[in-house]
C-alpha cells in the first residue's frame, strides 16, 4: 500500500462547479499535511497547509481528519484557472528527529467553459 | 523576496559525462531538498538537508548521484556517467525546517542523449 493515496482522476467539471479531492495516508506518525497545485510543466506550488483545526483561503478549504487518515481539499466555484494537478503532501515524523516527505502522484482537474 | 533558483534551466549532455545541478534556497532556510520528475511521473524524493545535520540520502537511486551544500546554503546535484534513464526534470525545495511548507524552484530539464 503506498505511504499516500490520491484518485488520480482526471476530474472533469463546469466552471462554477464544487469539487472535492481526498489523499489518505497510512501513517499514524504523520504530522504535517499541505496541498499543492502543479501546472503542466511548472513546479509545484503551495496551495495551502492543513490544520487539525480546518483552515480556509477563499475558496479553497481544507481539512484534516487524524481519525480516518485523511486529508481532503474542497474548491467551490470552480475557475478555468484551477486546471491543474493537486498534490497531496505529507510529513512523516521519524524516531532520529528528522522527517520524511511524501508526495501523492496527484489529482488533475480540468474546469470547463 | 527573491525564491528558490535553479541553473541551468535545461541541460542536454551525452550519455556518460557527468553533470553538475545547482541549487540557491530561500535566504534563511535551513532545510533544502532535491526530487526529480519524469514526463507525466509524480514527484521521487531523492535527499534532502536540515541545517548540519547529515543529509538524508536514502531517496538517491545510485551511488552516481551524490549532493552536496556548501555553508548551510548553496546545493549542488551531481550525476555521474549519466544514463538516459536519468532524463527527468530536477527540483529543489527549500523549507524553513523540516516538516514546513517547501517552496520549489523552476527545476532543471536534464535530457541525457
Known amino acids: 500500500r503506498k505511504e499516500v493515496e490520491q484518485d488520480p482522476g482526471p476530474f472533469n467539471v463546469p466552471e462554477g462547479a464544487t469539487v472535492a479531492f481526498n489523499c489518505t495516508y497510512s501513517?499514524?506518525?504523520?504530522?504535517?499535511f499541505f496541498w499543492y497545485r502543479q501546472d503542466c510543466r511548472k513546479e509545484p506550488k503551495l496551495l495551502m497547509s492543513?490544520?487539525?483545526s480546518g483552515n480556509e483561503d477563499g475558496r479553497f478549504t481544507a481539512q484534516l481528519n487524524r481519525a480516518s487518515q485523511y486529508i481532503s481539499l474542497l474548491i467551490r466555484d470552480s475557475k478555468l484557472s484551477d486546471s491543474a494537478t493537486y498534490l497531496c503532501?505529507?510529513?512523516?515524523?521519524?524516531?532520529?528527529?528528522?522527517?520524511?516527505?511524501?508526495f501523492g502522484a496527484g489529482t488533475r482537474l480540468f474546469v470547463k467553459a | 523576496g527573491a525564491g528558490v533558483s535553479q541553473s541551468p534551466s535545461n541541460k542536454v549532455t551525452e550519455k556518460g559525462k557527468d553533470v553538475e545541478l545547482r541549487c540557491d534556497p530561500i535566504?534563511?532556510?535551513?532545510?533544502l531538498y532535491w526530487y526529480r520528475q519524469s514526463l507525466g511521473q509524480g514527484l521521487e524524493f531523492l535527499i534532502y538537508?536540515?541545517?548540519?545535520?547529515?543529509?538524508?540520502k536514502s531517496g538517491l537511486p545510485s551511488d552516481r548521484f551524490s549532493a552536496e551544500r556548501t555553508g548551510g546554503s548553496v546545493s549542488t546535484l551531481t550525476i555521474q556517467r549519466t544514463q538516459q534513464e536519468d532524463s527527468a526534470v530536477y527540483l529543489c525545495?527549500?523549507?524553513?525546517?523540516?516538516?514546513?511548507?517547501?517552496?520549489f524552484g523552476p527545476g532543471t530539464r536534464l535530457t541525457v542523449t
Open positions: 525545495a527549500s523549507s524553513w525546517k523540516t516538516a514546513y511548507e517547501q517552496y
Open positions: 501513517n499514524s506518525a504523520s504530522q504535517s
Open positions: 492543513v490544520y487539525s
Open positions: 503532501v505529507v510529513n512523516i515524523g521519524r524516531g532520529t528527529g528528522g522527517f520524511k516527505t511524501i
Open positions: 535566504s534563511g532556510h535551513t532545510a
Open positions: 538537508f536540515q541545517g548540519n545535520s547529515a543529509p538524508d
